[in-house]
């Protein structure tokens, strides 16, 4: 039981060749020089298959050891070139069901794909506030520093205050024996 290819083409119209969307072969089966001239087989093959196949309709059509099922959905066709020991059965199925679904690795990696998505926009939230925390830190320490030089300044008002009192004490005092000394002079002439 071989698959040795598995085509998606859009079906135009009576009059022009489907086109190809997808193309999917494996001819390692065959001999080095007849891959290219197989694969040229399938593309013919699938073209014409596809453009006899009515929308809605499923068919297989026996060439040699192979048979071409397919199954056009809407001008969308899916192919599959198999051996002919491959059930009709499970070619069809394969052909009519939504690869994500039947693929549990294609399933698995979307899964990862969407987890991937809510992590980076988990991380982008989280930048965002830690900046968001840098402006603050640094708005903080620019307020701790204000603090520091008002104390600072105040400190140094209250000591220009103290120094104040203290010169004008001492004023008062050598104005006051001055003073004295004056009156000693008086009393003495």
Known sequence: MKI??????????EGSDPVILA???DVSHFGYFQRSSVKEFVVFV????????PQGQRQSVQ???YKVHTYNRNGLCALGFMDDHYPIRSAFSLLNQDPAE???????QRELDET????HKTIDSVLAR????DSLVEKSSDLSASSQITDVLQTGQ??????????SFQDHQYAASSLESCSDMETVG
Request: aromatic share 2%; hydrophobic share 40%.
């Open 63 to 65: 060439h040699e050891e």
């Open 4 to 13: 040795t290819a598995l085509l998606v083409l859009k079906c135009t119209g």
């Open 23 to 25: 193309n999917a072969s």
């Open 130 to 133: 830690g900046e968001k925390l």
């Open 46 to 53: 699938g073209r014409t298959v596809a453009k006899r196949t």
């Open 102 to 108: 039947a693929d549990k690795l294609l399933k698995i």
């Open 158 to 167: 209250e000591n220009q205050s103290v120094l104040y009192h203290i010169v």
């Open 116 to 119: 991937k998505i809510i992590l």
